[in-house]
């Protein structure tokens, strides 16, 4: 009789394949990933960000117009669930988050204000349609130079913090509406991603244009003195986004000098080191302004100008990230990436949107790129991809483009049905009353 105890463990890792029975060599088959593009929807100008609900239940997309747009996502399909007009939109609406518990939509702008509306889960609904804000400066002004470019929820869905322009994170109490930390210059430049911890309240992410991540523990935060409990030094150029894998190790970070780096929390930076690698970010930036590079069609051109602007970069003589990762481009906007999803593949990979249009997925181990958008028309986008989500359950991957439409990307060529926002009679646009109370 075998008494071999089983090994749980690995009973778990070999759940990410399914065995071919009728192959003796025990070929697997691996992941289902998402490789086959299509347009899903269009809009009138740019869309900015894009992301699934933590269910998959909901997808949510706003853009440059001033409208956010929420899908309900089914197993072969999506239908445009409410279309919402916002307020007080300058430039853009620059990121927006539904909260964990579906109560609220957050968004922000370069406005004094981060604005939040309710969440309407049906088409239905008679839930009152009012509007609130959150002030970002201490003088209550509708029209100051303020923005926050990244807003995020907590998990409990209490609290939202927001990073903004001038370099200050900011928490909120969604209870009673007033600000319950201010952490001033946080960073020393453009606060452009910001998140709480996945699991709790107090553990606090945020990278800047000044190219350093940082963490934050608020059970010793003095706000007088406020102080990092570590800081992640590597990147020759600003940071444009962040995203935590949750499990309290590690994080990634998005760049201007076109790399995406991995961090171990575990192994951070020295503190003397970090006002050298903000003087080589600063020198940096100086020499090329990101902003000023919207890419043609001629990708090979543009990848030749923008090897050229990095090899006259100063080097930098410390990098802590664990692993780098090449081949998309950031230019011209504040470009995210992410893990993939946890249930269906075990976040073993990155991906992220490109400057030149396309989808790039690595494998977070050997930093190899396992996948990338082929060039040419109905390919990929004609224009930059800002932001991109991964359906938590489905091989499906939703990219927002600068070219005025959504993208998906999915395993094999499978049409998804989709209600597009033309179609008449199927969504409504939503006035919500100007107010700044409570629900």
């Known amino acids: 009789m075998n008494t071999k105890p089983r090994n749980i463990i690995r009973e778990l890792e070999e759940r990410k394949y399914q065995t ?3 192959y003796p060599s025990g070929k697997i088959v691996p992941h289902l990933l998402p490789t086959n593009f299509s347009i899903l929807d269009r809009y009138g100008q740019d869309v900015y960000c894009g992301e699934f609900s933590k269910d998959g239940r909901h997808f949510m997309c706003a853009c440059k117009s001033g409208e956010i747009s929420v899908y309900t996502v089914g197993h072969k399909s999506m239908d445009i669930l409410k279309t919402y007009a916002c307020r007080d939109i300058q430039w853009s609406i620059i ?5 964990p518990d579906s109560r609220f939509i957050a968004y922000s702008s370069w406005s004094g204000n981060v604005h939040l509306l309710p969440f309407q889960s049906s088409p239905n609904s008679s839930k009152k349609n009012t509007e609130m804000y959150l002030s970002l400066s201490d003088h209550q002004s509708y029209y100051s130079a303020f923005c926050a470019f990244g807003v995020s929820f907590s998990a409990d869905s209490r609290e939202l913090i927001a990073g903004t322009n001038d370099g200050r994170a900011i928490i909120y109490d969604l209870q009673t509406g007033v600000k319950a930390v201010s952490i001033d210059n946080a960073h020393i430049a453009d606060l452009s991603a910001i998140t709480f911890s996945n699991q709790t309240n107090h553990i606090i992410y945020s990278a800047a244009d000044d190219g350093i991540l940082k963490i934050w523990d608020r059970r010793i935060l003095s706000e007088s003195h406020p102080e990092p409990i570590s800081v992640f030094v590597g990147h020759r150029h600003g940071i444009t986004w962040l995203d935590s894998k949750g499990d309290f190790r590690n994080i990634i970070t998005n760049s201007k000098d076109q790399t995406i780096k991995l961090w171990d929390t575990r192994r951070p930076s020295k503190l003397s080191d970090l006002k050298h690698a903000q003087k080589v970010v600063r020198t940096n930036s100086q020499l090329w302004d990101y902003r000023q590079v919207r890419p043609s069609l001629r990708i090979d051109q543009y990848h030749t100008y923008v090897d050229k602007k990095r090899s006259q970069f100063d080097p930098i003589d410390v ?5 780098t990762y090449t081949g998309h481009t950031v230019s011209y906007t504040l470009i995210r990436a992410r893990f993939s999803p946890a249930f269906s593949t075990l976040q073993k990979y990155i991906y992220s949107g490109s400057s030149t249009g396309q989808l790039f997925i690595w494998d977070i181990l050997s930093g190899d790129v396992v996948h990338k958008s082929k060039q040419g028309p109905g390919e990929c986008h004609n224009s930059i991809v800002r932001d991109v989500s991964w359906h938590p359950y489905e091989p499906m991957i939703m990219t927002s483009s600068l070219d005025h439409t959504l993208g998906c990307t ?9 209600d597009r926002r033309d ?7 939503e006035y919500m009353d100007e107010g700044n109370y409570w629900l």
């Open 20 to 22: 071919v029975a009728n």
């Open 95 to 99: 990121d927006c988050k539904l909260s």
């Open 319 to 323: 990098d802590d990230s664990v692993q």
């Open 410 to 418: 999915q395993y094999r060529d499978v049409k998804l049905d989709c």
């Open 423 to 429: 179609s008449p009679g199927r969504y409504e646009d």
